[in-house]
């Protein structure tokens, strides 16, 4: 047998580890201090976890190695299948906090006492896309919120649009199955800019209203933290009456909304694919909580009557101009979980979880969903004791006599499993605090059938384009013109353009000419004409209600050496003032020496920070660092980029030869604010708030 080779030779040098000679000898590698010893999953110490046992040191690997099999065998079973739709989410901890007792409309127990915090945990997602696709896909945003309640867990499973494609549950598989990747070919991933997907909504009027939303910047979120969600569907509240009001729930993010541009999302898939996730962790991590209150829209049966649309209809929404929402109370996502898998993958939400005071209606979409949702769960977590896990486990007392099947973690101890039974053991029901059913008096035919209520498939997506401000218009216009491009086949263009024309003849206009059609389609036939009285609704609007602040947004400080070190110092105390933050960016991440010699420590290299990554730019670099600067052309991108995503840019002199290079100093506007000193700073602070200069656009892109 040749010479034992050393068992630390294909080893990491670890410099908290140490080596230490074993009886026979041999090295072994160990840990300092306390380290537990790595055993196998039933208990077994570990003695070598670096090679697999063998007949000899070349020869081949034996079937005894347990410990090799069991490491492998568990590897190859950790993934489980990724959610149908929503696959791609993030998540996090937090409470919501009930300002007054809501016992007038419910007797749901979150709502009773003032000032009580219920435990809350939120997932965010994109739908289409799978589980490793980007975040800045265009698309929906998922915002499920699981709130544990002293009677059960109740999930409001929305999104950050209030109204949905389809308006009954049978179609949804035809709906995702559209957007997603066609099967033929397994692409597009993550877009609905593909022939399937058009194709369906344009044999589909009833989505026209959330193709408005979807090709509105709602769909490119800058953060999870700037995004408003929806419960969508109406529900009731139930009071301890049995009284019934109905409900519409919306959560008002406190930071205001905010989105960015179509080719900055682009940019950003590239840069940094996990754009949100990082922007949600590192808020969260530094101590910057978002916050949403819950407002409430509450009306009755009378209300709901006055309207000629239908409330069960998820297509539709109640303007809030029309019923102005209650705010009833607040949630805040204060803590990232620990496990990733644990929490955000394996939580379970599901639209029938609602606690004793909170009802469905009859809306066709909510009914179907409340099967679909426990059903997935089955298929994605592998067993009905899902709830066993702690994420989705409730938080209050729950009894039953539900037991055994597939990873059974709660067993029930006794004799007695079962009930009614003689021995007065185990839990009862109770028609006190029980979940009662509003006794709402149904009667009919059998039949599959759409309520005529539903029809009109044009009015409220009207309304939305023209409650959007002109510059979100232009938005929706070059969004459908992209989304269509990428169609293939030509009468799917043709058509989508022809529901359009019910919408408004200026957008159906700008796109039929965006995709150079020789001539206009016929309008869609509509089974209801389009409303052309229905007011604007400004409430619609992201632009129309910005937060006018920074407060939450990321400045990004291209640095050199020789930078001021007083006005960089300036800018960093008011943007911290005003509850901002700021990443500097230098040409090496080593950082930069500023002009009084100390180290301005950096984030990023100018070519792994691109401006696409920041709410807006300050441009700082010293006059001798200029030659190089301007031959880089990541330096000059982040110009370019910059003024062209309608950003504002702060500058000192010595930055203009860049923003020349970059094709924009002749181009210099009110966004573009010239930094002499550290007394420009306060003036450039304010006007960040408007977070864009939107009516820089016309000059940077065509109509
Ligand atoms: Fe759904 C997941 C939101 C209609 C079937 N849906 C899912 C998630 C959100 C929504 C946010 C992700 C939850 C999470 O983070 O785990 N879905 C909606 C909204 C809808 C909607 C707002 C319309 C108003 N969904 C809808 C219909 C069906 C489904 C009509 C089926 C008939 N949805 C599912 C599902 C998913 C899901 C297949 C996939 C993973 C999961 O449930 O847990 O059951």
């Given amino acids: 047998m040749s010479k034992s080779p050393s068992r630390v030779s294909n080893r990491a040098v670890i410099h908290d580890q140490k080596l230490v000679r074993g009886e026979g000898g041999e090295l072994h590698q160990i840990a300092e201090g306390n380290a537990p010893v790595l055993t196998t999953a039933q208990g077994g110490p570990i003695f070598d976890d670096q090679n697999s046992l063998k007949i000899g040191a070349r020869g081949p690997t034996v079937l005894e190695d347990f410990h090799f099999r069991e490491k492998i065998f568990h590897f190859d079973h950790e993934r489980i299948p990724e959610r149908v739709v929503h696959a791609r989410g993030y998540g996090a901890h937090g409470y919501f906090e009930t300002y007054e007792s809501l016992a007038k409309y419910t007797r749901a127990d979150i709502f009773q006492r003032a000032g009580e915090k219920t435990p809350a945990f939120v997932r965010f997602s994109t739908v289409a ?52 990747e066609e099967p033929d070919r ?41 995004m408003e969600g929806f419960g969508v569907h109406t529900f009731r509240m139930l009071n301890a009456k049995d009284e019934s009001t109905f409900v519409k729930f919306h959560w008002k993010p406190k930071l205001g909304l905010q989105s960015v541009a179509w080719n900055e999302a682009v940019k950003i898939n590239g840069a940094d694919p996990d754009f949100h996730r990082r922007d949600l962790w590192d808020s969260i991590k530094a101590g910057a909580f978002p916050e949403w209150e819950l407002q409430l829209q509450l009306f009755d049966q009378d209300f709901a009557d006055s309207f000629d649309f239908d409330v069960l209809d998820p297509t539709k929404l109640i303007p809030e101009e029309v019923l102005a929402p209650v705010p009833v109370g607040r949630l805040v996502l204060d803590r990232m979980p620990d496990n990733f898998f644990a929490e955000t993958e394996q939580v379970a939400f599901m639209t029938q979880n609602v606690p ?97 209520s ?62 150079g059609l020789k001539a206009m389609p016929k309008p869609a036939d509509a089974a209801i004409a389009t409303r052309r009285d229905l007011a604007a609704a400004p409430s619609l609007s992201i632009l129309a209600n910005g937060p006018n602040r920074f407060e939450g947004r990321k400045l990004g400080i291209l640095v050199t050496d020789g930078t001021d070190a007083a006005l960089l110092k300036a800018l960093t105390g008011a943007l911290a003032k005003a509850g901002a933050v700021f990443e500097i960016i230098a040409p090496k ?24 990554l920041y709410d807006a730019v300050a441009l700082l670099p010293s006059k001798a660092a200029m030659a190089d600067l301007v031959k880089e052309s990541t330096a000059r991108d982040f110009v370019a980029d910059a003024f062209a ?59």
Avoid at 204 to 209: A, K, L, R, V, W
Avoid at 590 to 611: N, W
Wanted: aromatic fraction near 10%; hydrophobic fraction near 40%.
């Fill in 589 to 612: 991440v080593g950082g930069a020496k500023a002009s009084d010699g100390s180290l301005i420590e950096a984030q990023q290299m100018i070519g792994g920070g691109p401006s696409v």
């Fill in 129 to 180: 896309g799978n589980k490793g696709s980007a975040d800045l896909a265009r698309d929906v945003r998922g915002f499920a919120v699981k709130l544990y309640t002293q009677e059960g867990n109740w999930d409001i499973v929305g999104n950050n649009i209030p109204v949905f494609f389809i308006q009954d549950a049978i179609k949804f598989p035809d709906l995702v199955h559209s957007v997603k």
């Fill in 454 to 515: 539903f029809a009109d498939h044009y009015s409220q997506a009207r309304q939305f384009y023209i409650s959007q401000t002109p510059p979100e218009q232009g938005h929706i216009a070059a969004a459908l013109t992209f989304e269509l491009s990428k169609v293939q086949t030509p009468v799917i263009r043709e058509r989508m353009v022809s529901h359009l024309l019910n919408i408004d003849k200026g957008l159906a206009g700008k796109v039929g000419d965006g995709l």
């Fill in 186 to 226: 397994g692409f597009p991933q993550a877009q609905s800019a593909h022939d399937n997907f058009w194709d369906f909504i344009s044999l589909t009027p009833e989505s026209m209203h959330m193709i408005m939303w979807v090709m509105s910047d709602r769909a490119i979120p800058r953060s999870l933290r700037f």
């Fill in 645 to 703: 995503h309608c950003k504002f840019i702060g500058y000192v002199e010595a930055a203009l030869p860049l923003l020349e290079k970059a094709g924009v100093a002749d181009s210099l506007d009110d966004g573009c604010v010239a930094l002499s000193s550290a007394k420009d700073v306060a003036g450039f602070l304010s006007t960040l708030g408007a977070l864009r200069l939107w009516a820089r656009e016309p000059k940077v892109k065509m109509a």
């Fill in 356 to 452: 004793p005071g909170i009802d469905f209606s009859n809306d066709p979409l909510l009914q179907g969903r409340n099967f679909s949702y426990l059903d997935t769960q089955i298929k994605r977590l592998g067993s009905t004791n899902f709830t066993h896990i702690p994420i989705n486990a409730p938080k209050c007392p729950f009894h039953n006599f539900q037991q055994d099947g597939h990873m059974a973690m709660r067993n029930p101890v006794g004799r007695v499993n079962y009930q009614p039974n003689s021995f007065g053991e185990g839990p009862r029901e109770s028609p006190q605090r029980g979940f009662r059913s509003f006794p709402e008096a149904e009667q009919g035919p059998k039949q599959r059938i759409r309520a005529e």
